[in-house]
């Protein structure tokens, strides 16, 4: 199984601040044929189903604010908040989707500081 | 707009079988393929498998031997059978749907989850 880290677990920021979540595959989940990442983020906030946020580890889908990205160098992963607002305060998980099983991260936790 | 909805027991009895049932609305289960997830009380995400309209599925290695999954294209419904079931299994289940016609895709639509406990 490919093994999803994220860090940290939890990540308090201020308003307006940037946050930085970080994400570790166990192994490549880049398809060398199309060069992509099979790499997903998602947003849970309490209650609710996740939703997708970015695939291809940085393709943001539509109607999600452009404060939100993704990045990728090698296995490690990097979503980022540009600008944190109220409403992001969230858990975050990390995905892929290269093989199976599919496996998510442990998630982290963006709260207000 | 895809809407998708779980339905099923929220109480399963250990040694018994948990059986849920995702029902599709807004669009058609045909050509597109669809995966259970299931989220333990406070925990993080497990995926349990997918299945293709064709009735071609992929399961979780860890829980293989325990499940099934099918679809109804009649009914625009696809299910999740798993049994035996213990304490363990307590979880909320979500169905979802994969973004391309693809088994190797992210989740696009998911459904609001139901809680299943097993409990005797």
């Known amino acids: 199984d490919i093994v999803m880290t994220q860090s940290p677990d939890s990540l308090p920021v201020s308003l307006g601040e940037r946050a930085t979540i970080n994400c570790k595959s166990s192994?490549?989940?880049?398809?060398?044929?199309?060069?992509?990442?099979?790499l997903a983020w998602y947003q849970q906030k309490p209650g609710q189903p996740p939703k997708l946020l970015i695939s291809w580890a940085s393709t943001r889908e539509s109607g999600v604010p452009d404060r939100f990205s993704g990045s990728a160098s090698g296995t490690d992963f990097t979503l980022t908040i540009s600008s944190l607002q109220a409403e992001d305060v969230a858990v975050y998980y990390c995905?892929?989707?290269?093989?199976?099983?599919?496996?998510f991260g442990q998630g982290t936790k963006v709260e207000i500081k | 707009q895809v809407q998708l909805q779980e339905s099923g027991p929220g109480l399963v009895k250990p040694s018994e079988t948990l059986s849920l049932t995702c029902t599709v609305s807004?669009?058609?289960?045909?050509?597109?393929?669809w995966s259970w997830i299931r989220q333990p009380p406070g925990k993080g995400l497990e995926w349990i498998g997918y299945?293709?309209?064709?009735?071609?599925?992929n399961y979780n290695p860890s829980l293989k031997s325990r499940v099934t999954m099918s679809v109804d294209t009649s009914n625009n419904q696809f299910s999740l059978k798993m049994s035996p079931v213990t304490v363990a299994d307590t979880a909320v289940y979500y169905c979802a749907r994969h973004k391309i016609v693809s088994g190797t895709s992210a989740f696009d639509y998911w459904g609001q989850g139901t809680l299943v406990t097993v409990s005797s």
């Open positions: 192994q490549s989940v880049l398809y060398t044929p199309n060069n992509k990442n099979y």
């Open positions: 299945v293709h309209e064709s009735g071609s599925t």
């Open positions: 995905q892929q989707y290269y093989s199976t099983p599919r496996t």
């Open positions: 807004g669009g058609s289960i045909s050509s597109s393929y």
